[in-house]
C-alpha cells in the first residue's frame, strides 16, 4: 500500500520500522530540524533519520494543512495516511486526500486523554491501566472513532519514559493488525464516548513542581510522570533540586511536611508527605550530576531541612 507516514519523536519510530518492514510504499511528512544542544546544531527528527537510512523521501512542513503541505502530500497521491505522535493538526482537504483516509497511533486508551501527552499524564493521573487506541482521524482532537485497542498495566514504579517505549513498540503491532484488518475489509470504527472523553495538555516544565502538601501516592506518581523530562523537582534553600526517582513506604514518621525526617547515607532520604514518609531514591543538585541519594548524603547534610 501506499502510505504517507507522518510522525516526528521515538514513539512514532517503531511504526515508521514495521511499515518499511512490510514493504509499503512509504513517503515521511514529519517537523522541520530543530536546533538543540548548548550549540543549538539543527538536529533532525527520529523518524527522518530512519527514513533516510532507508531511501524513504521525507518532507518537512511547520504546518502541513498550509498549500505546500497538501500540495505534497496531494502529489504523493497515498492510499492510506498514517499518523503516530506527529504534532500537528491535519486540515479536512489533508485528510480528504488518501483513498482510505487517515490512521492515528495514539497512546492511551480513548476517549481518556485525548491531548498532547497522554503517556506521561496517565501515570501522573494514577492510572493503574493504560494502552494503545488505533483511530480514524478527523478535524478534532482525537476525536475520531476508534478502530482497535490494546490494554496494558502500568508498574507501580514504571517512568514515563519506560511505558513511552513499550507502548510505542504496542503502537506498531497494533497499526500492522489495523491496517490488515483495512486490507481485507474486517475494519468496525466504532464512536468515542463523549461523556467519558478526558483533555491533557502539553507538559511544562512547572508541572513537574512537587507539593510536599500532597499524599504520598501522588508525589510518586509525579515523579514517575516526568521523568525523562522534564523531571520533578522542589525547592530547596531557594534553589531547584531536581527528584528523579521515589519509593513509597508504609512508614508514618514526624516532621512537617516537605521536611527531611531521615538522611542518612546507609538509611537513605525520606521525606515528610502529607500522609506518611516518602523515600527518594534518586536526586540531583543544581550543578551537580543525577545519583542515588544514599550517595549524594555523604557531601550534602539534609537532616531537618525542608522542600519547598
Known amino acids: 500500500m501506499r502510505i504517507a507516514f507522518c510522525g516526528t519523536p521515538d514513539f512514532a519510530v517503531p511504526s515508521l520500522q514495521m511499515l518499511i518492514d512490510e514493504g509499503h510504499e512509504l513517503a515521511l511528512f514529519t517537523n522541520p530540524d530543530k536546533p538543540k544542544g548548548r550549540k543549538g546544531e539543527l538536529t533532525p527528527p527520529p523518524t527522518k533519520v530512519l527514513a533516510e537510512k532507508h531511501g524513504i523521501p521525507v518532507y518537512q ?6 498549500p505546500e503541505g497538501i500540495e505534497a502530500l496531494r502529489a504523493f497521491a497515498p492510499d492510506l495516511m498514517v499518523t503516530a505522535a506527529f504534532g500537528q493538526i491535519l486540515s479536512a482537504e489533508n485528510l480528504s486526500i488518501p483513498k482510505y483516509g487517515c490512521i492515528n497511533v495514539h497512546g492511551s486508551l480513548l476517549p481518556k486523554y485525548r491531548g498532547a ?9 494514577g492510572e493503574k491501566i493504560t494502552g494503545v487506541t488505533t483511530m480514524l ?4 482532537l482525537d476525536t475520531g472513532d476508534m478502530l482497535l485497542r490494546r490494554e496494558v498495566e502500568i508498574g507501580e514504579n514504571e517512568t514515563a519514559g519506560e511505558l513511552f517505549d ?53 508525589i510518586h506518581d509525579q515523579v ?37 525526617v531521615i538522611a542518612d547515607p546507609k538509611k537513605g532520604l525520606f521525606v515528610r508527605a502529607a500522609d506518611k514518609l516518602i523515600e527518594i531514591k534518586e536526586i540531583q543538585f543544581p550543578g551537580a550530576k543525577r545519583m542515588e541519594a544514599k550517595a549524594a548524603l555523604l557531601g550534602h547534610q539534609m537532616l531537618g531541612k525542608v522542600f519547598e
Open 224 to 260: 514517575r510522570g516526568m521523568n525523562p523530562w522534564p523531571v520533578a523537582f522542589a525547592m530547596l534553600d531557594g534553589q531547584p533540586v531536581k527528584i528523579w526517582a521515589t519509593r513509597m513506604t508504609e512508614q508514618q514518621g514526624g516532621g512537617k511536611t516537605g521536611e527531611c
Open 166 to 218: 513499550r507502548l510505542a513498540a504496542i503502537g506498531a503491532e497494533l497499526l500492522k493488525e489495523t491496517i490488515e484488518c483495512l486490507e481485507k475489509g474486517e475494519l468496525k470504527p466504532i464512536k468515542q464516548d463523549e461523556a467519558a472523553a478526558t483533555k491533557c495538555g502539553m507538559i511544562k516544565k512547572e508541572d513537574g513542581r512537587i507539593d510536599f502538601n500532597r499524599p504520598a501516592q501522588r
Open 61 to 66: 512542513f511547520e504546518k502541513i494543512r498550509r
Open 137 to 140: 482521524t478527523d478535524v478534532g
Open 117 to 125: 501527552a497522554p503517556i506521561q499524564w496517565s501515570i501522573i493521573e
